[in-house]
Each structure stands twice: as structure tokens, then as C-alpha cells.
């Protein structure tokens, strides 16, 4: 879902993104626009919106919607200090926290040590949630380290299986 980012109008989400801005009927048809451009998903992340995140009037009635629409909500974590998490808290709107965007650098070692810190978080917390782009370089890591997964004592699940299952930061 693209959100309003922090730079922002020289960082742009682009045409429908959803912005500080505007009124609360404009980021929901924006909102409504984006949703039916697609089918078959369980919900939405949001894409860029480090400023939209992290203002709770903005956020307050997208949430909302997704919650009447019966789908999730999956913050990126772009904004530490994002509304999300705790706005899909007080609506029972079922969320999850991006543990790492493991290829914010593109290279076969940055992602080999964000998934060795996701394995690591995975332990600990007994959940942990991947992000990632769709790069070749991301995929074959992603390829190499599901097969190790049993070894190491882990399960991939959809992220829908470990909605509200964090713990609160």
C-alpha cells in the first residue's frame, strides 16, 4: 500500500499513495483504488510510508478499513516510531511487525547476515517476520536458506499464521 514517505514530495509513492495531507475520504478512495487493483490477498503492508506511519489521524481510519474488509495489516517497521502496531492493537485488526527487511542492500553477504540475525530473533521470540524485494540475489538466498531451515529448528509459515503473535516492542 503506498504511504506517504519521509523526504516526501521529493521521495513520492506515487499517484495513489495515501498522504498526511489529505482528507480521510481521499486516502480511502485512494485506499479503495489500490485494494481493487488486485485479488487473493490477505492483506496489505505498507510501501514507503515512513511519514504516513507515523502519523496516527493518517493511519487511524486506513486501519479501519482494513479492518472492515477482514484483512491484516503488515508494517513494514520503516518508521520505528509507527502508529500501526499499536492502532491495529486497539481495533483487533490482526498485524504483524516486520522483524527485517533483509535486502536493503542487495548483496548475497547482506542478506546471508539479515537472515542469520531473522534465524536468531526466530529463536528468541519464538516468531519472526522477513521482508524482502523480489531480486534475483534475494530469491536465491531466500532458496538456499529455506533448505536449511529443519536443521536449524525452524518453520516457514505465512505470515498470516503468526498475526499478533510478537511481542510489543
Do not use: C
Not at 115 to 136: D, F, H, S, T, W
Amino acid at each position: 500500500l503506498p504511504m506517504e514517505p519521509k523526504g516526501f514530495p521529493r521521495n513520492d509513492a506515487g499517484p495513489f499513495g495515501l498522504l498526511t495531507s489529505l482528507q480521510p475520504d481521499q486516502n480511502q478512495r485512494r485506499l479503495e483504488w489500490v485494494l481493487s487493483r488486485i485479488t487473493g490477498y490477505i492483506g496489505v503492508t505498507n510501501y514507503r510510508g515512513g511519514r504516513f506511519s507515523g502519523n496516527k489521524t493518517a493511519m487511524q481510519p486506513v486501519l479501519a478499513v482494513l479492518k472492515r474488509r477482514g484483512l491484516m495489516f503488515i508494517d513494514s517497521m520503516e518508521n520505528a516510531i509507527s502508529t500501526g502496531p499499536a492502532i491495529a492493537a486497539a481495533l483487533k485488526l490482526p498485524t504483524a511487525r516486520a522483524s527485517r527487511i533483509i535486502d536493503r542492500v542487495a548483496s548475497r553477504a547482506a542478506i546471508a547476515k539479515q537472515l542469520a540475525e531473522i534465524a536468531r530473533i526466530a529463536k528468541v521470540q519464538g516468531v519472526a517476520v522477513i521482508m524482502a524485494r523480489p531480486y534475483p540475489v534475494t530469491i536465491r538466498a531466500l532458496k538456499r536458506w529455506i533448505s536449511k531451515l529443519d536443521d536449524m529448528g525452524l518453520v516457514l509459515a505465512p505470515v498470516s499464521a503468526v498475526a499478533n503473535r510478537q511481542k510489543s516492542r
